[in-house]
Structure formats: structure tokens, C-alpha cells
């Protein structure tokens, strides 16, 4: 089972047939992501390796690996940020190299470092990116005060960015990657530095969106976060060493947690 989100007035120019298309293609498409192949070299150095994986709609799927084990170059990829040496992969049936366009109207990205406005308030950040995604004036409204009123934010509403926790900061930046209804969200290590009570905080928003058939490939080097996944991808050295399900990983690999689970496949020779 899947799902599929259209929004109409998100995208005012677009007219009702197309849209229909729209939801023809997507009703034929199992995977939001197929990747096959895929590949990434910086000059002698191949920061990603003839990678091969999919997500169905409405997963949560892990990205597992040290710094340097090509996670995020993988979502630079994926989000047509950054184009592959060799390799496919297409997002919702489209092709990452091709149809870069298509994609980015279908995606929200989270990156590594903080990706909103610091000196804008919770209010201009957020004016600016529902702008950007193509929101009218009256769902964008709408949208804002759904937003702000369930992360609690009213009183913070013209309150500059830069003054809000970071714990808050987060939560916010990945509530505006959200805010056009996206049909895939990528968050690159989105609670790195984050205190463990945001840290859970936010994997409540992660599971309220992938509920509403979001899929949500998110990058970790937290070994309990790895746990929330409904599959797990561990990366070493920019290769994938496994995938699957948290709790078959750890049966698979005789072990109690997904900490052990990462060592034994980090020293396996």
C-alpha cells in the first residue's frame, strides 16, 4: 500500500489535467527512489561506489556511516545538487541527470548545516521558502499557522532565527522542507549537535510525516536514531556494506544493537 499526495493550488499554473497526470504516473510508480549503480569520483578519490538501492512510498529509510562514508554526497546526488560520474537514479520516476527540474518540485532537502535564514524571523523564513515552492498567498497563510501553532512558536513568530535554540532551529528547518507537501524529504544528519530530548522530539515529526505516505531518506551517525529506521543502509569508505530492517540486522548479525551490528560490519574483512 501507498500513497499519493497532490496538491493543486500548490502549483497554480499547472492546470487540473496535468495534475492527472500527474497522479497516473506516480499510482504506477512503487519506489520514490531507485537508485542503480551509481557512482561519484572527485578527481582519483571515488567518494561514492557503484551504489544500488530503493525506498518504497511512505519509509523511513536510514543512511548509516561515519564522516566520509559518502552519505551526503549520495543526497547531493539524489537532490540533482550534484551530478553523478556513472550511475542512475530517479525520484518518483524521474531521472536524477534528466529531469532535474521535475524532482526538485517534488522533494524537501534538510542539509547538514543549518538551511534557513538566520537574520530572517520564523515568519520571513518561512514567506521566502513557501515563495520559492510556488504556495499562493492564501494556502501559504494557512500553512504558516499550522506550522507555527503546532511547534508551538506563536510568541517566536518575528523573532529572528539566529535567537532560537538550536533544538527549535531544527525542528523549524525541517517543518519549512515540509511545507509544500513534498513527496520526499532528504535531512542530511538533521540533529547532529541536538540534545536528546530534541533529538526525539524531532523523530516525532519524522514518523507524523512518513504516516501521511512522505518517504524520508535521512543520513545518521547516531546509533539509537538508526533504530527508528524501517530499513537501515550502512555505508563504509562509500560502498554499501547492508540494508535492512533494524531488529533482522541485529538477529542477522547476532547482535543486541545497532552499534554492534555497525562494528562487526565496519571490521569485517
Known sequence: MFFIKISISVFPSHNFFVSLQLVEILSKVEHSIVVQN??????????VDNISFQVKRGEIFGFLGANGAGKTTTIKMLCGLLMPTSGTAAIDGYDIVNEPKMIKTHIGYMSQKFSL???????????????????????????????IEKLNMYEYRNTRVCHLPLGRRQKLAFATAILHNPSVVFLDEPTSGVDPLARREFWNMIYETAETGTTILVTTHYMDEAEYCNRLCIMVNGQIRTIGNPIELKEEHQADTINDVFHKIVNRK
Not at 39 to 45: N, P
Not at 121 to 147: C, P, Q
Request: charged share 25%.
Open 38 to 47: 551509481l557512482t561519484r569520483k572527485f578527481g582519483d578519490f571515488t567518494a
Open 117 to 147: 535564514y538566520e537574520d530572517l524571523t520564523i515568519k520571513e523564513n518561512m514567506e521566502l521558502f513557501g515563495t520559492i515552492y510556488g504556495l499562493n498567498r492564501s494556502l501559504l497563510k494557512h500553512r504558516m499557522a499550522n506550522i
